[in-house]
C-alpha cells in the first residue's frame, strides 16, 4: 500500500486528492482557493468531514503547509514520508510528451518551455510542483499531461492550414486538451463495446470547458480542442472555432487591441457572451425556461457546435460505436442531452430512454435502447485517478 497525491494547480488554486494506491481508496480531497489573497478558502474532505475556512494564503507554498498541518493535525497521515509519490497534472505538454513523465530537470525544463503556449497553466503547474518538491522532497513527482491522449492524431488532424513553415518553426498545430479524461473514458467505455474488434468511441467531455474526440481502438484520432483550449465547441465562457476574420474585423469595429479582442474571446464569450446571463449552463438553461430570447439562442448554439462536431467524428471515424457524455454538463445537464441526442437521431439512428436520460445525474448509465443504432452512454469521468494510476506506476519502477 502507497499513499498518493494527485495535485492540480491553477494561477490561484491548488486542488488535491490522496488516494490509498493500488486500491484507489481516497483518503482526503480538497482545494486552496484565491491563493494570494488576505480571504483565501481551504476546504479539504475526509472520512466523511468537511472542514473550509477563509484564511489568508499568499502563495502555494503555503497551501501546501495548510494541507500539510491538515493532513496531520486530521490524522490522515502520521507522517508526510508516508505520501510516496505526486502526480501534477499540467495542461500543455506540446510535442514533448505522449504520456506521463517523471519530474526531472528536463521534464520541467520542456513544461517551462511550452508556458507561452499555456501561459496561465503551465506557470502554475510548476510553482505547485515546487511547492511539493520543497516539502516532500524524497517523493517521486510525476507529470501528467491533458496533451499526451491527442498525440496520436495523424498529421491531417493536428495541422492548421497555415503556411508550413509556421507549423514547423512555431510548433503551431492542434494540441487539444481534458486528455486524461478523454483517455479514462475511453477505458471505462470499452464495456460498453464488447464484442466489438475496433470500437469507435465519440467522447463529449462538456463541462465549462468542453470538447470532443474521436477514439478508434483506444487511440485518439481527432479532437475539439486547437492550439489552445479556446477551439472547438463553444463553452462557458469561450467562442470555440470562430472565422479567424471575426478576429480582425472585430478589433477594427472596436478598436481593441488582439490581445484583448483574445481575452474576450476567452473569458466573455461562450453561454456567457450570448445569453448575456451566466456562464453556467443550469443558469441559462433557467433563463430559457423563462422565455430569454438570448440563453435559448445560447443553448442553441452550444447543442448545434456539439452535434455538428458528433457529426464530423461519426464520418472520420467511419461510423460509431459508442458515444459518452461527460463532465459538468454532460453528466447532469439531462435536457442538454437530450437535446444533443435530438440533433443527431435522424441522420445517425439513435435512440435514447427520454425518461431514464431524465432520470441520471452524476452516475453512470447505458441511455440508448436496443434499437438504437450507436449506443449512447453516461460516464462520470476522473481524471484524478488517472494521475494517481500513472504516478503509483512510476514510483513501483523506482
Ligand atoms: P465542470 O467544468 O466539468 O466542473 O462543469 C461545470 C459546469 O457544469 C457548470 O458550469 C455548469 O454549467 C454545468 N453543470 C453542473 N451541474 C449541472 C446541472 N445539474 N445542470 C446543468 N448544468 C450543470
Same mark, same amino acid.
Given at each position: 500500500m502507497a499513499k498518493v497525491m494527485a495535485v492540480n494547480a491553477g494561477s490561484s488554486s491548488l486542488k488535491f486528492k490522496l488516494y490509498e494506491m493500488p486500491e484507489e481508496k481516497v483518503l482526503c480531497s480538497g482545494n486552496a482557493e484565491r491563493? +494570494?489573497? !488576505?480571504d483565501a478558502i481551504f476546504g479539504i474532505k475526509w472520512n466523511g468531514q468537511e472542514e473550509k475556512n477563509i484564511l489568508p494564503i499568499l502563495d502555494h507554498a503555503a497551501a501546501v503547509e495548510l494541507l500539510v498541518k491538515a493532513l496531520i493535525d486530521k490524522g490522515?497521515?502520521? %507522517? =508526510?514520508? !508516508?505520501?510516496?509519490a505526486c502526480g501534477h497534472r499540467i495542461v500543455q505538454g506540446g510535442k514533448y510528451f505522449s504520456k506521463s513523465e517523471l519530474f526531472n530537470k528536463d521534464t520541467e525544463d520542456k513544461i517551462e518551455s511550452l508556458i507561452p503556449l499555456a501561459p496561465l497553466h503551465n506557470k502554475a503547474h510548476l510553482v505547485g510542483f515546487r511547492a511539493f518538491k520543497k516539502i516532500l522532497p524524497d517523493s517521486v513527482n510525476v507529470a501528467v499531461f491533458d496533451t499526451a491522449f491527442h498525440q496520436t492524431m495523424s498529421e491531417e488532424d493536428y495541422l492548421?492550414?497555415?503556411?508550413?513553415e509556421y507549423s514547423e518553426k512555431y510548433d503551431c498545430r492542434r494540441y487539444g486538451a481534458h486528455g486524461t479524461s478523454h483517455k479514462y473514458l475511453s477505458q471505462v467505455g470499452l464495456k460498453y463495446c464488447e464484442g466489438i474488434a475496433h470500437p469507435k468511441m465519440i467522447i463529449c467531455h462538456i463541462g465549462s470547458g468542453a470538447s470532443l474526440t474521436a477514439v478508434k481502438d483506444g487511440k485518439c484520432?481527432?479532437? %475539439? =480542442? +486547437?492550439?489552445?483550449?479556446? +477551439? +472547438?465547441i463553444m463553452m462557458g465562457t469561450r467562442t470555440g472555432d470562430?472565422?479567424?476574420s471575426v478576429m480582425n474585423y472585430l478589433c477594427k469595429c472596436t478598436g481593441k487591441s488582439v490581445e484583448e479582442m483574445y481575452q474576450i474571446f476567452n473569458k466573455k464569450s461562450g453561454f456567457l457572451g450570448v445569453s !448575456?446571463?451566466?456562464?453556467?449552463s443550469r443558469d441559462v438553461l433557467k433563463a430559457c425556461e423563462e422565455g430569454n430570447k438570448k440563453a435559448i439562442i445560447a443553448n442553441r448554439l452550444f447543442v448545434r457546435r456539439i452535434a455538428d462536431f458528433i457529426g464530423q467524428y461519426f464520418v472520420r471515424l467511419g461510423g460509431a460505436d459508442l458515444i459518452i457524455f461527460s463532465a459538468g454538463i454532460g453528466e447532469n445537464s439531462t435536457i442538454t442531452r437530450e437535446q444533443i441526442c435530438d440533433a443527431i437521431a435522424p441522420a445517425l439512428g439513435i435512440e435514447i430512454d427520454k425518461k431514464l436520460n431524465a432520470s441520471i445525474r452524476g452516475k453512470e448509465a447505458?441511455? %440508448?435502447?436496443?434499437?438504437?443504432k450507436i449506443k449512447v452512454a453516461v460516464i462520470p469521468t476522473d481524471e484524478e485517478v488517472m494521475i494517481a494510476r500513472d504516478t503509483y506506476a512510476y514510483y513501483l519502477k523506482k
Open positions: 491563493i +494570494g489573497h !488576505e490522515i497521515v502520521k %507522517s =508526510m514520508d !508516508e505520501i510516496v492548421f492550414p497555415i503556411p508550413y484520432v481527432a479532437t %475539439s =480542442m +486547437g492550439l489552445t483550449p479556446l +477551439g +472547438g470562430l472565422d479567424p !448575456e446571463v451566466s456562464n453556467d447505458l441511455l %440508448s435502447t436496443p434499437n438504437s
